[in-house]
């Protein structure tokens, strides 16, 4: 458990001074919510309503993009500078080696969902009742399990370039087919057709029926509880196969 | 003391149907300082990777401690210079060396680590990253003593390090042994294994070709020679008179007839013995008053022996 909390800290020290990750996950959803709700905005009806709703897509945006590169990237580059050669050979397990990971990931979500949060309410005042921020919060959490392991799909290549070429290929039709961007019911009937069986979209779904004063649908957790086992499956295997090789 | 710290036992690797390594079988005694020596692809580095548990054998055993080489008793007990690991990005030097000391139950004081990492105390709080490829290598070197361990895996450690770096280390390792330490290192620098090792095992091309004392090695495969002049110039002056031709016929039949040459070589005036045994050929040379003159006795180095075995171990495929 101690190795476990030591694991998780550096982790965290190592995102927090990652330039890419301050830029992708808390700047660059930040701008787009402030262009999104404040520069073009789409005239919708219910303007406050939308500027919550916004407030999720770009959150589960954030954590989606560094559930799937920051995670992904960063293995396949500690693997290609032989650092997981390395600490094969000490005592770290494995196991504390990708718990740490995701344990200190986890906690960095945290933090960029209160970052997110807190800038929603600076520039729309975005107020909901307590019991949806929170409940929005542990969604977007609890729904980044499937991303993080695609992210470790991910970080069975061999090559950073591929990886990270993938990854952001993967990572931005999933943002913009999944509805995060515009809503699904503004693009053609079957884009929409797709975007209902990804796993972004029941993912920003769950968040976005929350701060509507819902529960999150059933076939939306199920959806992702699937991708995750799937995602978990093809990990393992590809790194079984490595293995063998 | 009398139980090997390491046995491989009829181990073979195999890639797809590339042989590797070849059904070797070895023993390495604790406190021993072993140099796996041969050249590129020679299967060195995957000899060590299957001591370390890295790679798996296809057939035959390893054990380490009498344990799996992954087993987490070997891991607490054993420190790993591998070649090709840069730093992990990200942290300072301190925290990736408190980071890597969390991993073992007793772990050297983390000053001892900072120190052995040669590194000035104003570098110690800089990124690992931005440190220059020597220093990343001695950083690493330092992280293998971290868990205090009681065997040390360098795989090729020297490689891309200036002279003087190179130096320091050979002389930690040296620390090391005294300290009771089993080092176990692969190289291709020939002059290493002679000078650091206490025993060499030679691998070339999966197979061991010879182990053994650096002396032994050397006595085993080396070329002596004693070369010398003929002193036939003595008598041809500028003339080259017909007494001088026979003289130098003559001595080039003494030559010929004296016993163990292996082989005779001349080269302008001087001519060149191979010998198993310096002294008896010496003895004859002087007893049968061959009339020679500035003789040397040479005794090949490690590193021309090596090339001859390397040669021989050709012509035999």
């Not at chain 2, 990492?117 to 570098?123: I, Q």
Request: net charge neutral; hydrophobic share 45%; aromatic share 8%.
């Amino acid at each position: 458990m101690l190795m476990l909390l030591a694991q998780s800290r550096v982790e965290m020290l190592r995102m927090s001074r990652n330039v890419y990750f301050i830029f992708w996950s808390l700047m660059m959803p930040v701008a787009f919510y402030f262009l999104y709700t404040r520069i073009f905005t789409t005239g919708t009806t219910d303007s406050e309503q939308w500027n919550a709703h916004y407030l999720m897509s770009m959150t589960c945006f954030s954590i989606m993009g560094s559930s799937i590169m920051t995670l992904g990237i960063r293995l396949v580059q500690e693997r290609a500078q032989g650092w997981v050669a390395y600490l094969q050979v000490t005592p770290l397990p494995n196991s504390i080696y990708f718990g740490g990971k995701m344990v200190g990931q986890t906690i960095m979500h945290l933090f960029s969902i209160i970052v997110i949060f807190t800038a929603g309410f600076l520039i729309n005042g975005v107020s909901l009742p307590p019991a949806q921020w929170i409940g929005s919060a542990l969604w977007i959490l609890a729904g980044s399990l499937p991303f993080l392991a695609l992210g470790t799909c991910i970080g069975t290549f061999r090559r950073v370039d591929t990886a990270s070429g993938l990854s952001n290929a993967l990572y931005l039709s999933l943002a913009l087919l999944g509805g995060m961007w515009m809503p699904l019911d503004i693009m053609p009937s079957w884009l929409r057709q797709i975007g209902n069986w990804l796993p972004s979209h029941s993912f920003g779904n769950g968040a976005w029926v929350i701060i509507a004063g819902g529960v999150p649908a059933l076939r939306d957790i199920l959806l992702l509880a699937a991708y995750l086992v799937g995602f978990m499956l093809l990990s393992t295997y590809i790194r079984n196969k490595q293995r063998e090789a | 003391m009398s139980s090997p710290v390491i046995k491989l036992e009829q181990v073979s690797k195999r890639y797809g149907n590339k042989e590797v390594v070849n059904n070797i079988s070895l023993e390495i005694k604790r406190g021993s300082v072993v140099a796996i020596l041969g050249p590129n692809g020679a299967g060195k580095t995957t000899t060590m990777k299957m001591m370390l548990g890295l790679s798996t054998a296809t057939s035959g055993l390893v054990t380490v401690m009498g344990q799996k080489p992954n087993h987490k008793q070997v891991r607490q007990k054993t420190g790993v210079m591998l070649q090709d690991v840069s730093v992990m990005d990200g942290l300072t030097v301190r925290e990736i060396i408190r980071m890597v000391r969390s991993y073992y139950p007793a772990p050297l004081h983390a000053d001892h680590i900072e120190e052995l990492t040669g590194l000035p105390p104003a570098d110690l709080n800089k990124r690992a990253e931005k440190l220059s490829g020597g220093q990343k290598r001695s950083l690493n070197f330092a992280l293998a003593m971290a868990g205090n361990p009681d065997i040390l895996f360098f795989d090729e450690p020297t490689v891309g390090l200036d002279s003087e770096t190179r130096r320091h280390f050979w002389e930690r390792v040296r620390q090391l042994a005294q300290e009771g330490k089993t080092v176990i290192f692969t190289t291709h620098y020939l002059h290493e294994a002679d000078q650091a090792a206490d025993r060499i095992i030679l691998f070339n091309r999966g197979t061991i070709v010879a182990d053994g004392t650096p002396g032994n090695i050397k006595a085993g495969i080396t070329i002596r020679t004693i070369s010398f002049s003929i002193t036939h110039s003595m008598f041809a002056n500028d003339d080259v008179s017909i007494t001088g031709m026979a003289a130098e016929a003559d001595v080039r039949a003494q030559i010929e007839d004296l016993p163990d040459v292996d082989g005779i070589e001349y080269h302008k005036d001087r001519c060149i013995l191979h010998t198993k045994n310096t002294d008896v050929l010496l003895r004859h040379l002087i007893e049968r008053r061959i009339p020679v003159s500035d003789i040397r006795i040479e005794t090949g180095q490690l590193d021309d022996a090596y090339a001859n075995l390397m040669d021989t171990l050709k012509e035999e495929i």
